[in-house]
């Protein structure tokens, strides 16, 4: 199972950037996605989640609004559309899958597979 973030980059506040999640070895027909981010001395923070197989999308509240998850599933891969970037959304993003029969998403623990992580810089 491999998962490979892309589309990280440096941008000033107010922009746009669309991070990338391609899965294989896994479906998305059978897994959910979730995009987590870890700031310089901050703990991992759920961001966003989607599961494919029954519509349902999370958001933590600081983004809901700014982000939309998606996914094509026939690329088996998932999106982070991320607009209005402020600093603070500096960070490592990563993706992540596990089974989606979990009440909650945004514990990181209940992940099985992670991708390296990419690195959005927000500059103000």
């Known amino acids: 199972v491999q998962l490979v973030e892309s589309g990280g980059g440096l941008v000033q506040a107010g922009a746009s950037l669309r991070l990338a999640c391609v899965v294989s070895g896994i479906t998305l027909d059978d897994y959910a996605i979730g995009w987590f981010r870890r700031a310089p001395g901050k703990e991992r923070e759920g961001v966003s989640y989607?599961?494919?197989?029954?519509?349902?999308?999370r958001y933590a509240d600081s983004v809901k609004g700014r982000f939309t998850v998606s996914s094509d599933n026939a690329k088996n891969t998932v999106y982070l559309q991320m607009n209005n970037l402020n600093p603070e959304d500096t960070a490592v993003y990563s993706c992540?899958?596990?089974?989606?029969?979990?009440?909650?998403?945004?514990?990181?623990?209940?992940?099985?597979?992670w991708g390296q992580g990419t690195q959005v810089t927000v500059s103000s």
């Open positions: 989607y599961s494919p197989s029954d519509g349902k999308k």
């Open positions: 992540a899958a596990r089974r989606p029969y979990h009440p909650t998403w945004d514990r990181h623990v209940e992940y099985d597979f």
